[in-house]
């Protein structure tokens, strides 16, 4: 009898080996592991700093090969003074070599890095750790970011668990009103965001243990406008809230064709992916070559499309409390799946809903030659008020679902529209 049993490392063997989805080859895939982490000797040349550094209104500010730690703050901390680094309206700013670190459990700390109003913003080769109430590294109201070789971590340089806040924030507005001039964002004069990159950064281990729901998220991106996010690597992301948290929230006429893309990322045991937020249908986030491995998808978008292509999604023994896809009150919003592969071998819903069915927001999920192998017997979409949809078949829009790799995927594999190595297969002991 055919069966997808897998372990941990054979995802990893998956990775290693390669996969092609949909024709686009990524045979030499890398192995499971962040494309770059800080190494802990390199900041022993650092200069120790624990007081906040203030720049403002300056043509250039370049800082590099910075220590700074403190233990606490003064409990009047708030976010213009509970920071290490405030950079206000100066037109290029450069970070390259900070750590930045807190001790566990301080709660007066805002951010580690606050920047506000700036034309061009670069942060490269920095370490966070340690609690904050916001943000590690808040980008606000600024025009470009470049932002590379970051990590963020729930445990310190020398190995103490100390927990973290959200791990960068890019807040590009989030307003209220069309009128809003500030969409949204504290600053007095906030620049409109023409591009971001994130690239090769590393988020994991946020150490978060709390009874009552944290708002920290991995990475948080508020009205993207342009910007990608590339070879990025999250990391048991668990007990805050979701790994990457992305929106288009604004719906002005300056705000029209914008795109953020996801690509060559991997997601880990980790609490969700998530897109939401208000937006123009012209609007889109991509994600491309992505990994994600017991870590679910959540949608709370309306008005703009959110597509996955070449995607991997792997879930393991996720029988009693896993879903593949959160909905909460996506209603004008879409989803599409092409050319991607999902596996799991236990799962409690495809779907979990909120709200009553009648609402039909999986109604707006669609799949394009996208093959669903689910392993066991699975609820379709589940919701707490109204009545479950059981069937699989009845959420239609072009999903295709197998209990095993059959001969349809089998001769979609030969045929060259879905190609996954043999060598993978045959480790899924799927033949």
Sequence with gaps: MNRILFSLCMV????????????????NAKPLKPAWSFQADAASGFAKQSRMLIFKDLPEVVLRNVRFHREHLADTADKYSGNFIYVKNCKKVVLDGVVAQWGKGVSSAYQSILIEDCDEVTVTNCFFSGKVKRAHLRI?????????????????????VVGSGIGVWINNGSPQALSDPKRGMYSGDPLDLNSF???????????IVSDKFQNIDGVL??????????????ENWYGGDAALDLSHRRRDEKYRNKTIQVKNCSFINSKCVKAN?????????????NTYINTPLQFYHNGYTVRFLNDVFLYKNQKNRGFFIQLLGMHTGKVRFDSCLMLANAMHSFIAQSGNTKGAGYKGLFSWKTYFVVGSSVRAVSTKVGENVTSLDDIKN???????????????IQAGSMRVDQELIEEFGAF
Excluded at 197 to 207: A, K, M, W
């Design 12 to 27: 990893v063997s998956m990775l290693v080996v390669g996969v092609a989805l949909g024709g686009v080859s990524v045979a």
């Design 140 to 160: 606000e109201g600024c025009g470009k970011v470049d932002v590379s070789n970051v990590e963020v971590s729930g445990i310190s340089l020398d190995g103490q």
């Design 398 to 412: 072009g999903f295709i679902f197998k209990r095993s790799i059959d001969s349809d995927v089998k001769a979609a």
């Design 197 to 207: 990159t994130l690239r090769n950064s590393y988020f994991h281990d946020p150490s």
């Design 221 to 234: 991106v508020h009205s993207g406008s342009n910007g990608v996010i590339d070879g990025c690597f999250f």
């Design 277 to 289: 937020g208000i937006s123009l249908e012209s609007n889109k986030i991509t994600f491309s070559g």
